[in-house]
């Protein structure tokens, strides 16, 4: 019986940490929120997702990056789109606890508002709903009261 002899490489490669899985902390938040949107808002909005993030990485992100960017994706574009009758363009960043937009998205922010429209940086519901009431609110939302009432099945006053 003859005995394995591993290389120098095979044995630094053994001894290399291992990667951690990337875990999606604003991937939960982000459909929360898109759920609420579709309550809250009227059902003629339309609710669109940007989807900015690519789960590429090395050389395939580079060309699909210069691919989405031919084909007009918006470097730092807010995640949710929400266009009301009006019409009113509402746009929120979605940002997991201790994330903040970057300097490429707050630079457009600031040009989006300068166009009129409505942009956020959200990390719950909550967010959401101090957003909209910044804005005016919406015709016809209902309210986390109407909703709480729904669901339980009446209000107990």
Same mark, same amino acid.
């Given at each position: +019986? !003859? ?10 490669? +053994?001894?290399?940490?291992? @990667?951690? &899985? *990337? ?7 982000? *459909? ?12 003629? !909005?339309?609710? $669109? $997702?940007? &989807?900015?993030? =690519? ?6 992100? +580079? ?9 007009? !994706?918006?470097?730092?574009? &807010? ?18 606890? #201790?994330?903040? &937009? ?10 989006? *508002? ?5 942009? @956020?940086?959200? *990390? ?11 804005? #005016? ?5 209902? !309210? ?6 729904? =669901?339980? #099945? #009446?209000?107990?006053?």
């Amino acid at each position: +019986m !003859t005995a394995h002899r591993m290389t120098a490489a095979q044995l630094i490669e +053994m001894q290399k940490p291992k @990667a951690k &899985p *990337r875990v999606d902390r604003e991937g939960p938040i982000h *459909r929360a929120i898109l759920d609420h949107l579709r309550i809250v808002l009227p059902p003629q !909005t339309v609710i $669109h $997702h940007s &989807p900015n993030a =690519i789960g590429l990485s090395g050389q395939q992100i +580079m060309r699909q990056i210069a691919l989405n960017e031919a084909m007009g !994706t918006v470097k730092g574009f &807010p995640d949710l789109t929400c266009i009301l009758p009006g019409p009113r363009f509402w746009l929120f960043e979605v940002k997991a606890e #201790g994330n903040y &937009p970057d300097k490429d998205q707050r630079a457009l922010h600031d040009r989006l *508002r300068g166009l009129g429209c409505a942009v @956020a940086v959200v *990390r719950d519901t909550f967010d959401v709903d101090e957003a909209i009431a910044s804005w #005016g609110g919406v015709d016809g939302p209902l !309210t986390d009261r109407q909703l709480r009432d729904m =669901i339980v #099945g #009446g209000s107990e006053e």
